[in-house]
């Protein structure tokens, strides 16, 4: 199919529930040459390897461990003396607590196609405190470069499909979830969604000048042949922006968790990428840094410790709501934890001309 310049890039194909034996030319709208997604058939999802098939989340033991990091963050002398014996004591109360002494629970460890199909239908209502620290950044690195075809890798609902569509650009969209790419076409009808995998993008070589993979690589065990790809598809000079989820945000046990249509828990998979492991991907490959920013959350954890007790006759409440909602017990420890802990991950490179 031909998208004469300036023609909406909606399509029959985009509806189409495989991408088997597609071929898509997409002309650019200033002059050059044009762009043709590849010919790749759909290979199925990917599934990464897990540690575990089970995860068990016991209430007292998240507690016990806000209390042991805050207790690591006084020993590198962040806080007073006082806050060391105030934990320690909240320990002792926490062990001895009877409400708090209740079993944990086991939550299965599921695919990202089962894990997206079950958060699809609330993943932009409520949404996620993470796009108000992203979107801005998004915008501020790639609003100042001109119009072209960019790129949307695992768009999820198409939140950023959306915004570049906004700044100008034509879009592509490509996720391996029929029902997430079901609410990105609602969204964003003028742009293209395909079926695809981050580790086989069906587009063609050097074929989008700007391509974003947003809250997705966290999920991939490894970084190497997804971010092969984004630089695969990039043309030299383009840029790319990755943003994923701070390992140490992962850390504190924000791993994407939902309910399976049975009702049991499930977590989705969530690794935790280091700074290196982002570079040794990228720089073999031609991409070069521009920037790296490290946001967090503005105010939160930020400042002196609250000086609250932990609430040690509370019920730890539904699991659905874990582990924020435990924070709330042990509201010292929690936030000398989160102080200047980073929420995302955010990369701008550009591909070597
Ligand atoms: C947290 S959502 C992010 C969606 C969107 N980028 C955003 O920022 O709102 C992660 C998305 O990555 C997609 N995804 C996960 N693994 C993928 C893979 N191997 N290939 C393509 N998409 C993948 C999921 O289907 C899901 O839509």
Redesign the pocket.
Known sequence: MLLTPGAALRSPIATAPLVAAMTLLVRRTSPGPAVRAADNPWPG??V?PTVALVVYQRPLGYLLGLEGAALLRAFISDHDPAFTEQRIAEIRRLLLAPGLDVEGVDAERVT??E??AA??AG?DDPG?G??AI?EPLVRQILGPLPPGLAL?????????SAALAVMGHRVVG????PD??ARARRRVPQALFLQ????RLPLDDACVDIA?????L???PDLHA?VAELARVLRPDGHLVI?DVHHELLSLGSV?RIRLPDGRPGMLPGYRHRASDYLDAALPVGLEVRRCVEPGKEGHGDGEPPTDEADVGADPGPWDAWPWSLMGIVPAAAKAVRAGTPSLMVWHFQRRS
Do not use: E, I, K
């Not at 695809?196 to 580790?199: E, S």
């Open positions: 999802p990917w990464a990202t196609a894990g997206y958060w699809s993943y996620n993470l796009f992203d949307d890798a695992a768009c999820g609902t198409g939140r950023l490509v996720d391996s979830s997430m790419l695809g995998d981050l580790h974003v993979c947003a809250l997705a966290t999920h991939l997804p943003v994407p």
